[in-house]
């Protein structure tokens, strides 16, 4: 259980929290707060010090309907944070699908690219296979654009399930060993509130399928609004159930805006389990 990212080895026998820290003017719940570069290092060290393991910069938001954003000026958002935080001895993912913010990022030193399009955008599997970093392959149908727009399949567990796997395959064909890949069933990406529920219960099927660790990234996103009824900034407790679901399906990794409370989550998790993680 442990996975390689560049110069770094990332145990993950005890799951680890990952904090978002969005770089971007319109991101859903950060959007705008950390634009400015000594913002976003303060906001980068906060998480940290509150027990995040690694910090993911993004630079163009991804949420149902948000405007595409150049490669040159995803390029001049992440870039400087990313150099800060590696310099600082942070382990720092990118989420990104462009091949060539993909190679700026790892020309700054990121250790781990993570894309919502699990590589598929053309040349993007050419440029991590580069590197040495650790690549997050995520599911998703469609694009941001209009993935929200009636979302169907025949049985979601198992085709993320099959899409996972290709794109884990298409990676090692490439070059990228096992030992670097996760996978991410892609919650709200192309989904309903009952898919999301469906894969948060098929976590087990999707990491015995592809045989690499799972991130999970639940917080604050929208299936809380159907599910309680709160808007974005009263979804704290309803992030941390979910991502306490997510460990117990399997996932090692847990994408967060609230790292110090979903440490804690972590935290009586693994003592639940008897402090020894999973085997
Ligand atoms: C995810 C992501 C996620 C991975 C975003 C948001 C929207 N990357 N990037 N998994 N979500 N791997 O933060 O709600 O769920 S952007």
Redesign the pocket.
């Known amino acids: 259980m442990r996975l390689k990212c560049v110069g770094r080895e990332l145990d993950l026998t005890i799951p680890v929290v990952m904090g ?1 820290l ?1 770089v971007t003017p319109d ?3 950060d959007g705008g707060r950390f634009v400015d570069l000594s913002a976003a290092l303060d906001h980068a060290q906060c998480m940290i010090t509150a027990g995040a393991t690694l910090i ?1 910069v ?1 630079g163009e ?3 149902p309907g948000a405007i595409p954003v150049s490669a040159d000026e995803e390029k001049r958002r992440v870039t400087p944070i990313i150099e800060a935080l590696v310099s600082r001895g942070v382990l720092v993912s990118v ?1 990104t699908s462009k091949p060539e913010v993909i190679r700026a990022a790892l020309r700054a030193g990121v250790q781990m690219i ?3 399009r699990a590589l598929r955008s053309p040349g993007a599997l050419e440029a991590v296979a580069e590197g040495s970093a650790a690549i ?1 392959l ?1 599911h998703m149908q469609r694009e941001p654009a209009d993935m929200q727009r009636a979302p169907s399949y025949r049985d979601v567990v198992d085709e993320v399930a099959e899409f996972l796997v290709e794109r884990v395959a298409a990676c090692i064909q490439a070059g990228v060993s096992r030992d670097r890949l996760l996978v ?1 069933p ?4 192309g989904k309903t509130v009952e898919h999301n529920l469906e894969l948060l219960r098929g976590i087990p099927k999707i990491m015995a399928a592809t045989g690499v660790p799972v ?7 929208s299936m809380l609004a159907a599910l309680t009824g709160r808007p974005v900034n009263e979804r704290l407790a309803g992030s941390l159930a979910l991502a306490l679901a997510a460990l117990d399906g399997g996932a090692r990794i847990i ?1 967060c ?1 609230d790292v110090a409370e979903t440490c804690d989550v972590v935290k009586i998790w693994v003592s639940i389990r008897g402090g020894g993680g999973l085997v």
Request: glycine share 14%; with cysteine; net charge neutral.
């Open positions: 978002v969005n991101s859903f719940f993911d993004g938001s991804t949420r989420d993570n894309d919502v997050c995520m991410d892609g919650f709200g990406f991130l999970a990234g639940l917080s604050r996103k994408r805006h």
